[in-house]
């Protein structure tokens, strides 16, 4: 059996860092295990402009702790409002890397999300043009659409619809949650991935709601019946290049996570790769890791893998994580995959 793995320094593709306090209590614990992460522009009020990406990332600079390797890779929030020319000249400039798209109301921050998909059509093409890849939320917010289902008939009315639309529009459908999902990336073509979350590989509906309703493992997307965890994991550790890490990992103050309307979100960011190794070494598919973490994601944005490497340590006995940080006065609870894990990193 393998006891020690090394990996060049993972790269997560979907991350929410907030700002203020939480900014400063959650980004040492991405900063410890990842050398970069794109980084979700879902503040209040969001991040829309490349002017506000700038001073969002000179914030997250600032509050790195000191000797921290770690680069944001930021995101601009499209609205019905964008205009396609601070678009482009934020991606000429490096200061955005993808721009992200909320269907209006789908999750937590998405009230400036888009309602009518023609509207941002100029912004799509343009992004097209310059190869900047559009990160979505692949979930309507139809009322009449059971939750459950939000994500398949997304990709019929929405994302099917806009890819043909805008040809040449490179796609990262992010945390993906279903058999039918991963089919559409699986068979979509160069143009379009997957990012997949640590917590969607460990959970089903089961968890958050039988014997108990468990806040700390309600996310958007929620997570869906067994056979759709099976199919994620299966892509994750197929090896394909479409599928990478995303962690989606999504600090709340516990104090609104257990709460009667509890908010959508799972804060991996600390064991997120302990529990990955674990994952994979259940697949039979450690050897695969690295693409996943390091690799896929890297390739689809263009960018060189990192030039670091992380090393993975199997111990004998099982490594125990903090339960929960300190966010100034609040805590927020880090995500327990219900396994012990073996896995750390060195
Ligand atoms: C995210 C958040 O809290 O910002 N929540 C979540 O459940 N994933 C928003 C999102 O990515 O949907
Ligand atoms: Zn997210």
């Known amino acids: 059996m393998t006891e020690r793995l090394t990996i060049r320094r993972p790269d997560d593709m979907h991350l929410h860092l907030r700002d203020g306090e939480m900014l400063r209590a959650v980004l040492p614990e991405s900063a410890r295990h990842f050398a970069r992460a794109i980084v979700m522009p879902n503040l209040v009020p969001p991040v829309v402009t490349g002017a506000q990406a700038a001073a969002y990332r000179a914030r997250i600079r600032a509050a790195l702790p000191a000797g921290a390797d770690f680069t944001p890779l930021m ?113 979509g073509g160069e143009g379009i991935a997957a990012t997949i979350t640590v917590h969607h590989l460990i959970l089903n509906r089961n968890h958050i709601l039988a014997g108990g309703i468990r806040p700390h493992y309600y996310c958007l997307p929620v997570a869906k019946r067994e056979a759709h965890r099976l199919a994620l994991r299966a892509a994750a550790v197929s090896g394909s290049p479409r599928f990478f890490l995303g962690t989606d990992s999504a600090p709340h103050p516990d104090r609104l996570k257990e709460h009667a309307c509890g908010c959508a979100g799972c804060f991996t960011a600390p064991n997120a790769i302990p529990i990955l190794a674990e994952v994979f070494e259940a697949e039979g598919a450690l050897g695969r890791l690295e693409g996943f973490t390091s690799r896929h994601g890297a390739a689809f944005y263009g960018l060189a893998p990192n030039a670091g490497t992380l090393t993975l340590v199997r111990g004998q006995e099982p490594v125990t994580c903090p339960a929960r940080i300190a966010a100034g006065a609040e805590t927020v609870t880090v995500f327990d995959p219900m396994m012990p894990l073996h896995w750390s990193v060195a």
């Open 75 to 187: 995101t601009l929030y499209l609205t019905e409002a964008t205009d396609p020319a601070d678009v482009a000249r934020a991606a000429a400039e490096g200061i955005v890397t993808a721009v992200k798209l909320y269907p209006a109301g789908a999750t937590t921050n998405s009230a400036s999300g888009v309602r009518d998909f023609d509207r941002v059509r100029g912004v799509l093409e343009r992004m097209a043009e310059i190869g900047l890849p559009l990160c979505v939320h692949g979930e309507g917010s139809d009322p009449e659409v059971d939750i459950f289902d939000r994500e398949a008939v997304f990709i019929d009315r929405v994302l099917d619809p806009i890819r043909r639309a805008v040809p040449g529009l490179r796609v990262v459908m992010e945390h993906v949650t279903t058999k039918e999902g991963v089919d559409y990336v699986a068979t």
